[in-house]
């Protein structure tokens, strides 16, 4: 396999497969915003479990294919 097709292979899999890191941290303020609604009726374990959620998102949105798409998405969108 020559190297401009596995590089265009790693590329497809990037885009179909990855959030990027605005999406991610979008999506973890949510979460947080979930768990301290949670925990404002009074629901510990439900709260817990929308803060958790929240700290995987940031985790992943620090990985470098995340990153990348966000390189990537930011100039096919300009």
Not at 72 to 78: E, H, N, Q
């Amino acid at each position: 396999m020559s190297k401009s097709n596995l590089f265009l292979l790693v590329l497809i899999s990037l885009f179909s497969g990855c959030a990027s890191n605005s999406e991610l941290n979008k999506s973890a303020d949510n979460h947080d915003k979930a768990g301290d609604y949670y925990e404002s009726i009074g629901q510990p374990q439900v709260a817990e479990q929308e803060r958790r959620m929240a700290q995987e998102n940031r985790d992943e949105s620090l990985e470098v294919d995340s990153i990348l798409v966000e390189i990537f998405k930011s100039k096919k969108d300009k």
